[in-house]
């Protein structure tokens, strides 16, 4: 095979970036688009078939002077990266397609996607630290790219916290070659995580690692961006692209550059940090009311799941982090396509301006359902499996010892997570397609004939909804499928090809604690659901029975709407959790503001320093023509002036040397 191919997968994107950016025909640059993704996901089958024994090197004698060079490297890891990032552009063009359509700006977006895409493809090739801080430090300009197309304000905010981690990754790489003394990837360090050079190091490059992952406190602009950048752009940045870069480093960081040991600090940073994460994104998902922020929160959760599993450090949770993070970007783009399709048809995707949708998007609400359960870990969907699985690597903590006892902990929190997340997946479905939230007397009435309408003051005054063209509707109900199939064959699919060969010592899976057995599960769920419905249907029950609906005792008015917007305002307004809440809300506790708080502080501090300084330079100068002044003043060219201060200046002597 020609190593050639490696630069050639960076630069065909790249280059056809560039001439979308020039092109302004109708469906050339979105055909151009769709054709690159197309030849990339390709060509990562390719890959993934070819070099699962043998892996490819490239190389090119970069900067020899000191000793780097520009070198590519594919193996059987990366090309599963590989494979994703292809998968998931190609699916985000097709989408993009129709929903970008006479959109402003569209040019820069195609633009900026297949950047984006060449770019990620070095990331994941790049066989040396420059190389791949080089790529890295790229991507975020392309963060502030993409962004920009919702707002300046948003570009500043993610690139600014994605510098401060991009900054630790690179002090870290720095640390890195102090221990290693090298630049080279492909060589396993396993250095030991003892003393505080390699301990630090970890952390930041780890840090680095997670901000991308959009964890706690490096998740803020991503419910930023959900509000105002495109959809296909939260589709393919947090939700799946971000995740697969950030795990892929971690994961080299944590198996290749340094031997992560489960009783280590760094493994509790990492399990502190992803309990963290897990707990308080979904307890912000629960009580937000927009249907993508609430992904967007779900996502960022997501992110905890994956630190946590890898963090195990043993190969069940640590396979189960990665099964999840396969599982995370299909069901995240899934539900952000889906609310993309929601908004593109309603005009808004705020709860209290939606009900009743899935009566005229049914496909729509398929899809969203299964993503919903799969996020939510309900079983036979693959999130239930790889959930399963995290919750082993963590109970198998508890044969350890130092911060290995605190599994419970862990556990606790994984769990919760689980549950809560299930609760506002339940909210944001109940509220958007099938409760009554916002509904007007005169869209009740319009109900009656079949017609629905929704008003939203950016829009047009009505807009009739219906179901998205197949565009759009392909990339959701494909996502949907592949989250049944995940799940089902479990075994047969995404473990046995795009996990479990990368797991060093994977156990038997009869050894595993617990083990799952899906296929049996979902044939006897299948056979549990159709006996519930034959006894149903032929049960003497009777149907369409009418009854006063229950309102926790308040008595039923008509001009009452009833919908799930309210669900979680018990929890928003409980003792001690308000203020949180109300905190969060302000951004007091947004590490963006805090770090516009501190360069504030430092700004003002410079400025007093050099207002001070100044003020002692400008006193000093008024001393110096003071007496400078003085003396002219006494120079005045009379003889015996001069002997009156010649004398005065001879008396001083002397009383000086006599007293």
Known sequence: MNANILLFSILFPVVAGGICFFIKLKWVKEAIAIAISVILFALSIFLFVAVRDVPLYWSYAWLPQMNIDFSLRCYGFSSIILLFISFFALLTCLYSANFMKN??????????????????????????LVVFLLFWGILALLLYAFLS???????????????????????????????????????????????????????????????????IPFHTWIPDASREAPLPVMAYLPASLDKLLGVYLLFRISSD?????????????????????????????????????????????AAGYMMMGIGTANPVGIAGGLFYLLSTTVWTSLLFFAAGSVENQ?????????????????????????????????????????????????????????????????????????VVTLASFIRMFYSVFLGEVGLTEKRRAEELSLVHTFSNPGLAPEKKVEEVGMTMNFPVLFLACLCAIFGIFAYELPLKFFVLPFVAEMPPVASWVGWWEPELATILMIVGLVVGILIYLFSKVKLGREDITYIGGEEPRGDMILGGIGFSDTVANFVGIRRIYAAGQKGLIDIYQGMLAFSRAVGYFLFALDRLADYLWRGLAYVVLFCGKAASLAHNGILHNYLAWFLLGLVILILVFCL
């Open 103 to 128: 959109k402003k700006r569209a040019g820069e977006y195609y633009t900026y996607l297949l950047l984006t895409l060449g770019i990620s493809w070095g990331v994941i090739l790049a066989n040396n």
């Open 149 to 215: 197309l919702g707002s300046l304000k948003l570009a500043t905010k993610g690139i600014f916290t994605m510098g401060v981690a991009d900054f630790a990754l690179i002090l870290g790489a720095l640390f890195l070659f102090k221990l290693s003394g090298s630049l080279n990837m492909d060589t396993p360090l396993k250095i030991e995580l003892t003393g505080a050079l390699p301990l630090s190091a970890f952390i930041l490059l780890a840090t680095g690692a997670i901000a991308k992952m959009g964890s």
């Open 257 to 301: 550059f340094f031997n992560l040991s489960a009783t280590s600090l760094a493994s509790f940073y990492l399990m502190l940090i992803g309990a963290f994460t897990i707990v308080v994104a979904v307890m912000m998902a629960l009580v937000s009311a927009d249907m993508k922020k609430v992904i967007a929160y779900l996502n960022i959760s």
């Open 346 to 418: 309603t005009g808004t995707s705020d709860f209290s301006s939606l009900g009743k949708v899935a009566r005229w998007m049914p496909l729509t609400f398929a899809g969203t359902l299964v993503g919903g359960l799969a996020i939510s870990g309900v079983p036979p969907f693959n999130g239930f499996f790889s959930k399963w699985m995290i919750y082993q690597g963590i109970i198998q903590l508890t044969t350890l010892g130092g911060v290995g006892r605190l599994w419970i902990v862990w556990l606790v929190a994984a769990m919760f997570g689980s």
